[in-house]
């Protein structure tokens, strides 16, 4: 039994528009089983011995013979499903104009052209880690590199009113208020295991030493780097 599930109507032949007709072909069946055809009363016991589902968010019912593009009740009952039994998902659809995550693994919004680009790269980083990375559906195989430089840029925009040679306090990247992202904790996270420190480390580091705005920024600037020259990072912070 494969361990990813698609659901998928592909009513349009969309997938092979996208370039992943090897679904189709068995590429990859092994390891992922793609389905189609699906009404409220089908049989969905095998959903819990995924450890993934990959749906379509606008999952039309198979009824009479054809697909009803105004009945979504099979998706409704997948999701129910998969939120009772802590499986991991991601929807995908073309109405999705923007990537949305609930949590580290459940993708709620992603667009379908997005989702099948990027679906053999999460593949092949399964079969060969045993990782199943959804950022690499969320963000492309270089994903490292889109959010630390997204988390970079809110964290130095704390440092506006700040001169090069102030020294750093450890309210200056810690959150400023309830709900913010954790920037800095974010950052040494995708930057592991080379990075040598943790978030804990680095907090008591900037409480026992005096360290500058300038060398601050100098060891995040480093951590960009590598992971835009190596999709990953080498940089060990000093």
């Known amino acids: 039994m494969a361990d990813i599930v698609l659901i998928d109507d592909n009513s349009r032949d969309q997938r092979r528009s996208y370039g992943a007709d090897y679904i189709d072909d068995g ?7 793609h389905i189609e055809r699906v009404n409220q009363s089908s049989d969905f016991t095998f959903l819990k011995t995924s450890k993934c589902v990959l749906i379509h968010d606008s999952l039309e019912d198979f009824i009479n013979g054809h697909f009803d593009e105004h009945s979504h009740v099979a998706k409704d009952l997948i999701i129910h499903i998969l939120d009772a039994s802590h499986i991991p998902y991601v929807c995908f659809s073309d109405g999705h104009s923007y990537t949305d995550c609930d949590s580290d693994e459940n993708i709620v919004s992603l667009k379908k052209s997005e989702f099948y680009i990027r679906l053999k790269d999460f593949l092949d980083c399964y079969k060969n880690t045993g990782v ?3 950022l690499i559906l969320a963000y492309g195989k270089n ?11 809110a964290l130095f925009q704390k440092f506006d009113s700040k001169r090069p040679a102030d020294i750093l306090t450890i309210a200056d990247i810690k959150p400023a208020k309830s709900g913010e992202i ?4 974010k950052i040494i996270e995708l930057s592991q295991p080379a990075l040598g420190i943790t978030y804990e480390d680095l907090l008591d580091y900037i409480e026992d030493n005096e360290v500058s705005v300038r060398e601050f920024q100098s060891n995040i600037n480093n951590i960009i780097n590598s992971i835009s020259l190596n999709g990953k ?5 000093k």
């Open 27 to 33: 590429a990859y069946s092994d390891i992922i089983r």
């Open 132 to 134: 199943l990375q959804f």
């Open 143 to 153: 994903y490292r590199k889109v959010l630390v430089t997204k988390y970079v840029k």
């Open 233 to 237: 990072n080498t940089y060990t912070w």
């Open 182 to 185: 954790h920037y800095m904790e």
